[in-house]
């Protein structure tokens, strides 16, 4: 979608920047889905007659969007906004996955078998909606290494685990 124009007006009553005025003015419709993943943005040019500021400003805007990857520049084409959400969503998983992965072989050195590691798991989620005050209803079962474990409930008294 292209869009020539979008909401913007200077605060000349505050200390902020002019270029970061911007910046966050562009970051918020952006989040806020004014803007979608692939949407065109103005020129900097065309932006910058349109909201009478001076080209450079504008540019230092989209420069800095660029950077942290709000944005992506193509000479000729032009500006458009990036699809943040697929790829945090990819790297956050992969990052997920691999601490996962991590914490597995870590018990898995010091002995413990698959079986072992899932009961830890277990009752270390337990712990935490404990100590969130969230109800677990969660059982926790089975034999090995684990016999038991005391959990802090979220009102500070002990509470037997499995």
């Known amino acids: 979608m292209d869009k020539s124009t979008f909401p913007f007006e200077v605060d000349a009553t505050t200390d902020v920047p ?18 979608k993943p692939g949407d065109r943005l103005p020129t900097v040019r065309g932006l910058a007659s ?3 500021i001076n080209y450079n400003t504008v540019n230092k805007a989209y420069l800095s969007l660029v950077s942290d990857g709000y944005l992506e520049s193509t000479r ?23 601490l996962m992965d991590d914490c597995i072989a870590a018990c898995r050195d010091l002995g413990l078998s698959l079986d072992d ?5 277990l009752l270390k989620i337990k712990q935490a909606k404990m100590a969130e005050g969230i109800e677990d209803d969660t059982s926790v ?3 090995g290494r684990i016999v038991k474990v005391d959990v802090i409930g979220a009102s500070g ?6």
């Open 18 to 35: 002019l270029w970061v005025q911007l910046r966050q003015r562009l970051i918020y419709l952006i989040n806020s889905g004014y803007f």
């Open 50 to 52: 349109d909201i009478s």
């Open 76 to 98: 000729g084409r032009g500006v458009f906004v990036r699809d943040l959400d697929a790829e945090m969503d990819e790297g956050f998983a992969k990052e997920i996955d691999s």
């Open 117 to 121: 590691v899932q009961r830890c798991m």
């Open 141 to 143: 079962e089975g034999s």
């Open 157 to 162: 008294g002990k509470v037997r685990g499995a």
